[in-house]
């Protein structure tokens, strides 16, 4: 089945469950759950990125920290859905298409992607922190709706940057959630209606010193949003690096990755 998996950068748990009252009213009204993951280590980005996309943990994968600016040596979803002759695309920070398309990143030739040789073979990627979230869903809708693509990960940013400006527990902060939730409610019908099964998660969550990278309970715990008639609502507890693999279960497409089977109807 298509997928689309969200990655809200930054977006912690508690403030995902008590701030996205759009997304909660999907889950009351039984058509979706969440659940509460806990971030690999160290809970940085680029490392975290990785991680989501081909199952590895940071100290397995080598990508520790957030300038280690080498291709991937690992598979990531992306290169399962090509490889099985499906369209990938991804609306993403620039990190992204560092790991998996070409690095260094450089914007004239990497921003916008049409290449079906590349692992993500269609994509609007963004460098600058402050990048709107709204462009940036928009950005993945314009890819959905040209390339109908299969597997489409969208990752916008302003979540994590209003944290590191002003903290965890700050107005600025849930108020960037609360957008991403509004933001959420004008694409995810139209997305299940078009038959994509959708995940809404984070790669780490932040804390009171603005930053992110420890052990601590709001660094780690981020949310998992389920929608789609392919995920069973069970109970489950389902690991950060069983993402890759349970999209790939999804997709119907033939890996090597743990999954989470309790999550799948």
């Not at 959420?184 to 019908?189: A, I, K, P, T």
């Not at 052990?215 to 507890?237: H, T």
Request: one cysteine or more; charged letters at 20%; a negative charge.
């Amino acid at each position: 089945m298509k997928s689309i998996l969200v990655v809200l950068d930054g977006l912690n748990y508690q403030v995902a469950r008590e701030a996205m009252g759009y997304l909660q009213a999907q889950c009351a009204a039984g058509r979706g759950r969440l659940y509460q993951l806990e971030c690999e280590l160290p809970s940085l980005s680029r490392p975290l990125y990785e991680c989501i996309l081909t199952g590895v943990t940071p100290v397995l994968s080598g990508i520790v920290h957030n300038h280690v600016d080498r291709l991937s040596t690992g598979r990531s979803i992306f290169h399962y859905a090509r490889d099985a002759g499906l369209t990938t695309a991804a609306a993403a920070y620039h990190w992204v298409s560092e790991l998996y398309n070409r690095t260094p990143f450089t914007p004239a030739r990497d921003r916008h992607t049409d290449d079906k040789s590349l692992a993500i073979q269609h994509g609007h990627f963004y460098y600058d922190d402050t990048y709107p979230d709204s462009h940036l869903f928009d950005d993945a809708e314009s890819l959905r709706l040209k390339h109908d693509p299969d597997f489409l990960l969208i990752h916008p940013m302003n979540i994590d940057d209003t944290g590191h400006k002003f903290g965890l527990d700050s107005m600025q902060y849930r108020n960037k959630a609360r957008v991403a939730d509004g933001i959420l409610s004008h694409y995810l019908g139209a997305w299940l209606e078009a038959g994509y099964q959708v995940i809404v998660t984070a790669d780490h969550g932040m804390n009171n010193d603005r930053s992110h990278g420890g052990i601590l309970p709001e660094e780690r715990q981020v949310p998992m949003f389920v929608f789609g008639n392919a995920f069973s609502f069970k109970d489950a507890a389902p690991l950060q690096t069983e993402l890759c693999g349970t999209v790939c279960e999804l997709l119907n497409v033939s890996h090597d990755k743990p999954h989470c089977a309790d999550l799948l109807a």
